[in-house]
């Protein structure tokens, strides 16, 4: 989980933002292969992205890395025929990857698969992509784990082939997607999706021109994905806005002359972020930390996520106690939790029912659910956690049919379109004194919107007003805020 606000940094210029680029890409490369290879490198089309891969080509510390160790992907890709000056693969063939010669095995260069007659859509090309990730990722993961992400941003606040207001930016369980009319030509694109770009260990946002700044200062400000993808682009261990002074214009504290800082320097904005105001949510989780006192095994449950790729989507460490505590203070002795993703949520609520207790989580993805089964078991709660895979849905239904003992509390933290019908089947599933909790019912304050295009919000209104009329349930929504940002749960109790 990303617990770092963003930083930015802004230089004089354009063409210095690409030359530091390069030299602080180059010089992390260097500083990470004395800590680990291979190395996964997500590499951005756009004038910026390219720019920063001609620095690279001509930089003197450019054969400090050992490229052998050192494999380059696409967050995003347009879709034409190989070889087209357009696709940002040839353009970065042009501008690095040619100049690199066999330093660079050609087994360590993955493009998005290019139109062909095997490959005449951009569904086919996703599906292929989604393909050569897994079979580069560690463990049971879906993809390696990236080390540097870099990512261009367009005027609109668009980041890889995600634009705003398109469905794929709510893509929660597919890890590339194909994006068709797409706003910047070519038309027909393929992109990574959010969990995907979100588990990269860094992620570098690179941005030049005053036509950027209002998207640079609405992402840094926490807008709405939906409104400005770019505000979704954030890495599990850092998030790095790399811009010029024309696109950093419109920040709180920016020069508004353009003075800018001395040439060739980078200078540190405090941007007010979506963990609030200069980060001061992500600081107050990090004060606190010590009261939550993490242990080293759900500390281990997050990591094995982590590195199997999952997205990073999971509670915060202080949230998981608060899981904790409500099921301690309610005397829980058999959870249902709706959404398993890596267990971590599992975790904590299995710590609260204790050893004679039990836990059954219902998770739709099989891959998710081995990571989850793996960690659990690690941590000793088999006995006690049972991981159901499956539509959570068909689970609970034939839960209700079979007439299930009730539970005494259910965590839902799934596909937040179904939450009403998961309250339903949790309320048939309990008992006068059931306590209920479902998790991201705020959204950033989206929730408010009713002619918002993101279906979850759409979802979780829907839950709202199910939950309002449901005579049965006494209820109230907790807004939060903290390192995940500004969100909230919903706490009903079942008379
Ligand atoms: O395929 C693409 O076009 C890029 O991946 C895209 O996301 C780009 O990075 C931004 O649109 C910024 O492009 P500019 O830097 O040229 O404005």
New binding site residues.
């Given amino acids: 989980m990303s617990s770092a606000p963003p930083e930015v940094l802004v230089h004089p210029d354009a063409d210095v933002l690409a030359a530091a680029t390069a030299a602080r890409l180059l010089t992390r490369l260097v500083d990470l292969q004395s800590h680990r290879s291979p190395l996964h490198v997500v590499l951005?089309?756009?004038?910026?992205?390219v720019a920063a891969l001609r620095a690279v080509a001509v930089s003197p510390v450019r054969d400090a890395v050992d490229w052998s160790g050192v494999h380059l992907w696409w967050?995003?890709?347009?879709f034409l025929p190989a070889g087209d000056p357009d696709r940002?693969e040839t353009q970065a063939r042009e501008a690095l990857i040619d100049a690199l010669g066999d330093a660079l095995p050609p087994g360590n260069v993955h493009p998005v698969p290019a139109l062909s007659d095997d490959v005449p859509d951009g569904a086919t090309a996703a599906r292929r992509y989604a393909a050569e990730l897994r079979a580069h990722a560690t463990g049971d993961g879906l993809a390696p784990r990236f080390d540097v992400l870099l990512?261009?941003?367009?005027?609109d606040g668009?980041?890889?082939?995600l634009f705003p207001g398109r469905s794929a930016l709510y893509e929660t369980h597919l890890l590339v997607v194909a994006e068709h009319d797409s706003p910047?030509p070519p038309p027909d694109?393929v992109s990574l999706t959010f969990p995907l770009l979100q588990s990269a260990r860094e992620v570098w946002v690179v941005?030049?021109?005053t036509e950027?700044a209002p998207a640079v200062a609405r992402a840094l400000a926490g807008d709405d994905v939906g409104t400005t993808p770019a505000a979704a682009a954030h890495g599990t261990e850092r998030t790095l806005w790399l811009v010029d002074v024309a696109a950093a214009s419109s920040l709180p504290g920016a020069p508004r002359d353009g003075s800018g800082p001395a040439a060739g320097a980078a200078e540190g904005l405090r941007p007010r972020t979506a963990s609030g105001a200069d980060g001061a949510w992500a600081a107050v989780d990090a004060y606190v930390a010590p009261l939550v006192a993490e242990p080293a095994a759900a500390a281990a449950v997050r990591t094995a996520a982590a590195d199997a790729g999952l997205p990073d989507i999971a509670v915060s460490a202080a949230q998981g106690r608060l899981l904790e505590l409500l099921a301690r203070a309610s005397g829980a002795r058999r959870v249902l939790e709706i959404g398993t993703l890596g267990g971590y949520s599992t975790w904590w609520l299995a710590q609260a029912v204790g050893a004679t207790g039990t836990v059954l989580t219902l998770e739709l993805s099989d891959a998710h659910a081995t990571v989850a089964r793996a960690s659990l078991a690690a941590a000793g709660l088999t006995d006690r956690v049972e991981v159901r895979v499956g539509p959570a849905t068909d689970s609970l239904d034939r839960l209700v049919a079979d007439g299930t003992e009730p539970f005494d509390l259910v965590f839902v933290d799934a596909d937040k379109q179904q939450l009403a019908d998961y309250l339903d089947r949790a309320v048939a599933l309990a008992r006068p004194g059931t306590v209920v909790v479902v998790d991201n019912v705020v959204r950033g304050g989206a929730v408010v919107e009713a002619d918002h295009p993101d279906d979850r919000v759409q979802g979780v209104r829907a839950f709202v007003e199910r939950a309002t009329g449901d005579g049965r349930l006494l209820g109230t929504v907790v807004q939060t805020v903290g390192e995940k940002g500004y969100d909230g749960f919903a706490l009903l109790l079942v008379r």
């Avoid at 951005?44 to 992205?49: E, F, L, P, S």
């Avoid at 990512?151 to 005027?155: E, Q, S, W």
Wanted: overall charge positive.
């Fill in positions: 951005t089309g756009g004038t910026v992205g967050g995003d890709e347009r940002n990512l261009g941003m367009g005027p668009h980041v890889a082939s910047k694109r941005a030049a021109g950027k």
